[in-house]
Nanobody
């Protein structure tokens, strides 16, 4: 069984910073893409940032230049450094991983339980 556990969310003032972490554990053979998504109240879940196993990244336009995604393949962990936070960044942030649990298995999507980020004065 695979688990993704996020941490690092909380309340921060506009202009502040937060660092989210997502540790993946369980029966993992290989993790391909890892990413962060977010969902604000009344809105659909949206991509924030993704990173491939080799380190290539892609960001939502709204967070480019403010957020940085990184990963530690040895620890099966992905991070999201968020700076210059704005009230519109308020959302539940979800970690995502595309991985295999065995060499011949199918690549599947796994999600964390989400962590709340609130940007408010």
């Amino acid at each position: 069984q695979v688990q993704l556990v996020e941490s690092g969310g909380g309340l921060v003032q506009p202009g502040g910073s937060l660092r989210l972490s997502c540790a993946t554990s369980g029966s993992i053979y290989i993790i391909y893409t890892m990413g962060w998504y977010r969902q604000a109240p009344g809105k659909q879940r949206e991509l924030v940032a993704i990173i491939t196993r080799s380190g290539s990244t892609n960001y939502a336009h709204s967070v480019k230049g403010r957020f940085t995604i990184s990963r530690d393949n040895a620890r099966n962990t992905v991070y999201l450094q968020m700076s210059s936070l704005k009230p519109e960044d308020t959302a539940v942030y979800y970690c995502n991983a595309v991985l295999k649990t065995s060499p011949l298995g199918t690549s599947l999507n796994y999600w964390g339980q989400g962590t709340q980020v609130t940007v408010s004065s």
